[in-house]
């Protein structure tokens, strides 16, 4: 089965740091693109980032650009988002989603609450 | 930036059939894919490269596309089908994704 598992969520301060992680089973992790979406609480989804198979090409949303850093690791078939100099406007169920003809399945989610 | 344009609400009732749209510009060239999202869970993928359903996801729906629109259809409604509905497709660059505004479907 098909399993993605994000954790490292949590509340920080404006301005702080987190990274987030994504532990994949089931599949070659090595042979799909990997993604980041987040959805702000009560709004819709919002593409993040995403990952090339081998890491050498990384997309992200303007809004995050310069502030967020995509990775991967795939002997260990886990993802990563780094989160720099976050904002309230960060705040937001995060999912990793595996790549291929649509973005399936998704993790569960993990909440990070940007907040004083 | 690039949008993708859906109508917040729609309603039916049972045994009915729902179709929800989603456009823009760059969408005649690039594919689109659905996602619901029941309250409180992680977003399903149930329509892939415009039309394709993936494994599990029942018959019932489909989609389609013409020109800037492209068209999610649930036929004969089922009460388990109330969610939010997402489209998404990338930029005209391909780089970039995008998803749409949601759609609630709301079943009466």
């Known amino acids: 089965e098909v399993q993605l598992v994000e954790s490292g969520g949590g509340l920080v301060q404006p301005g702080g740091s987190l990274r987030l992680s994504c532990a994949a089973s089931?599949?070659?992790?090595?042979?799909?693109?990997m993604n980041w979406v987040r959805q702000a609480p009560g709004k819709g989804l919002e593409w993040v980032a995403n990952?090339?198979?081998?890491?050498?090409?990384?997309y992200y949303v303007d809004s995050v650009k310069g502030r967020f850093t995509i990775s991967r690791d795939n002997a260990k078939n886990s993802l990563y988002l780094q989160m720099n100099s976050l904002r309230a406007e960060d705040t937001a169920v995060y999912y990793c989603a595996k790549g291929g003809d649509g973005y399936n399945p998704w993790g569960q989610g993990t909440l990070v609450t940007v907040s004083s | 930036s690039y949008e993708l344009t859906q109508p917040p609400s729609v309603s039916v009732s049972p045994g009915q059939t729902a179709r929800i749209t989603c456009s823009g510009d760059?969408?005649?060239?690039?594919?689109a894919f659905w996602y619901q999202q029941r309250s409180g869970q992680a977003p399903v993928l149930v329509i892939y490269k415009d039309s394709e359903r993936p494994s599990g996801i029942p018959e019932r729906f489909s989609g389609s596309s013409s020109g800037t629109t492209v068209t999610l259809t649930i036929s004969g409604v089922q009460a388990e089908d109330e969610a939010d509905y997402y489209c998404q497709s990338a930029d005209s660059s391909g780089t970039y994704w995008v998803f749409g505004g949601g759609t609630k479907l709301t079943v009466l």
């Open positions: 089931g599949f070659t992790f090595s042979n799909y693109w």
């Open positions: 760059a969408l005649p060239k690039k594919f």
């Open positions: 990952i090339k198979q081998d890491g050498s090409k990384k």
